[in-house]
């Protein structure tokens, strides 16, 4: 995503992936998303995904292997 940012409910797969918790790159903690949260280049998250869905999971969040 952008620097500008991409809110978390544009890039949602319903049933191939959770985003549990997000930390913003100029925060120390990790807290809950909602789909109005905005992602920006340089935010950590925890996923939860089945494995098989790795791939496509990884794609979405452009990451490349």
């Known amino acids: 995503w952008e620097e500008t940012g991409t809110l978390l409910k544009e890039i949602a797969k319903p049933g191939l992936f959770v985003v549990l918790l ?26 939860l995904i089945h494995s098989e869905n790795l791939v496509s999971v990884l794609e979405t969040f452009g990451v490349t292997q």
């Not at 913003?24 to 996923?47: A, C, M, Q």
């Open 22 to 47: 997000v930390k913003k790159h100029n925060r120390e903690e990790y807290f809950i998303p909602s789909g109005d949260t905005e992602l920006v280049s340089n935010d950590k998250l925890v996923v």
